[in-house]
């Protein structure tokens, strides 16, 4: 039974950097695209981002320039650098594996496991 | 905004079957088979439904159905149950994106 297990910082202040890791417990680590979402009230369900085992990475381009994904195969762990935080990054933040991946970008397009979500909360 | 448009809410009493729409484009909806449906419960991770406009991942209900019409997908869930009160989300993956998207989520409520 594939499990994800996400932990980090819930209450941040502006400006800073938002730091998440989630943990694959079973199944296959390199055989999936590894996912960040997130869920605000305000914009609903967002992909943030994606990273394969080897480190390949795809951001959503609203939030390309402040994020960034690694991954740590020895550890079936893959984090979340989100720097600069606003408000507007209140959110639940969910870790997620890919499921089907597109046949011309080779991105996922949905997403069968989930982790549990970590509220994050930007206030000064 | 969300790109993909769902009704805010659907309710329907013990038993019924209920319809969730999810209107995009040809560009998304349309245009591929990537649409998939998530339940999710206040305070729970989304849950995947169904993949591929019809296809339901091992151990969901066969009471919970995908279909496409044109620009429109829609989940059918037959014999509701209390349990099935939640909140429901559409997704695709737009030809000119570079990123799957959602829909702005549809409340079922069991009468």
């Known amino acids: 039974q594939v499990q994800l297990q996400q932990w980090g910082a819930g209450l941040l202040t502006p400006s800073e950097t938002l730091f998440l890791t989630c943990a694959v417990y079973?199944?296959?680590?390199?055989?999936?695209?590894w996912s960040w979402i997130r869920q605000s009230p305000g914009k609903g369900l967002e992909w943030i981002g994606e990273i394969n085992h080897s480190g390949s990475t795809n951001y959503n381009p609203s939030l390309k320039s402040r994020v960034t994904m690694s991954v740590d195969t020895s550890k079936n762990q893959f984090s979340l650098n989100l720097k600069s935080v606003t408000a507007a990054d209140t959110a639940v933040y969910y870790c997620?594996?890919?499921?089907?991946?597109?046949?011309?970008?080779?991105?996922?397009?949905?997403?069968?496991?989930w982790g549990q979500g970590t509220l994050v909360t930007v206030s000064s | 905004q969300s790109a993909l448009t769902q009704p805010a809410s659907v309710s329907g009493s013990p038993g019924q079957s209920i319809t969730i729409s999810c209107t995009g484009t040809s560009s998304d909806v349309g245009g591929y088979n990537y649409v998939s449906w998530y339940q999710q419960h206040p305070g729970k991770a989304p849950k995947l439904m169904i993949y591929?406009?019809?296809n339901r991942p091992s151990g969901v209900s066969n009471r919970f159905s995908g279909s496409q019409s044109g620009n429109t997908a829609s989940l059918t869930i037959s014999g509701l149950q209390a349990e099935d009160e939640a909140d429901y989300y559409c997704s695709s993956y737009p030809s000119s994106s570079t990123h799957v998207v959602f829909g702005g989520g549809t409340k079922v409520t069991v009468l």
């Open positions: 997620a594996r890919g499921r089907g991946t597109t046949l011309t970008t080779a991105r996922a397009y949905d997403f069968d496991y």
């Open positions: 079973g199944g296959s680590f390199s055989d999936y695209p």
């Open positions: 591929d406009v019809s």
